[in-house]
């Protein structure tokens, strides 16, 4: 009897929206756009993390060598401190190198390289580049580099990065902070949207469930249509919104790689690692906003 019984709510669902088919493709337009909304947001959150990322791993410390040390005294001082926990990598960059990497920088400015050529010698001195392990331990690797005494050491390049650290990490906190109060806003009026599109669509059908009431039809068949037909609004919505946003993603991946050049990001791949957490979250509170609407829309218009 029970399945009978839900058989025909399946039926009833189905007939309805087909009936309404103009109200369903409504209410299911709103639904993508909402979720659309939501993802949107939420990709602008991850490519602004990643481009602070990208800033963080460009932050590196330079130690200047002077220019007639022995190489082989300068890769054990490399090797001396690519032993510290805080340092990730340390690479040495040597005069003629040095020399090479100018030469190309300046490629363009025949000015330059023709006061290169007359100086007859090359100005550049050797180098160590340090990139730290963890930014957070920044300021340890410092304290640590600062106790090297060494003389083949000949400066030392810290502050610069110091400052700018320091302003990446107070952007980095207002941008967490705004993006939270914002998400939650969007977040809210999306949920205010599918709630008020679901009772709006249950409000075309006023009459007919006062009927049903009349006529001795039980709560739950009354109900159960329209939580089914909330149901599927909400599946059609996650999956075309699924095929959508992907559909973006891969349009907007070519500019992605051109602003993040020599770095492997790939928004997609994000979303595919976090699919079923993203868009099965998407698809939960979606549908209990939606059953929930339904559920006040019908107790209010049943009521006779």
Known sequence: MFLLSFARVIKFSLQDIGRNVWLSLVTIVILILALFSVNLLLAVKIIGSTAINVVKEKIDVSLYIKSDTEENKILALKTKISSFTQVKEVKYISKQTALENFKQKHKNDSEILQALIELGKNPLSPSLIIKPQNMDQYDELIASLNKIDDDI????????????????????????????????????????????????????????????????ASNWFIRAPYFISSLIYTLIGVLAIIVLFYLFLSLLQPYLEVFFIDYDFNISTYFNTHFWTIFGLEFLIAAI????????????????
């Open 153 to 216: 050491i000949e400066s030392r390049n810290f502050d610069n990065y110091k400052t700018m650290l320091t302003k990446i990490n107070s952007i980095t906190d207002k941008i967490g902070e705004v993006g939270l109060f914002i998400s939650i806003i969007f977040i809210f009026i999306t949920l205010l949207v599918i709630y008020n599109t679901i009772r709006m669509a249950i409000y075309t059908h006023r009459v007919e469930i006062k009927i049903m009431k009349l006529v001795g």
């Open 289 to 304: 906003v939606n059953v929930l609407a339904s559920m006040i829309a019908v107790n209010k218009y049943s009521k006779v």
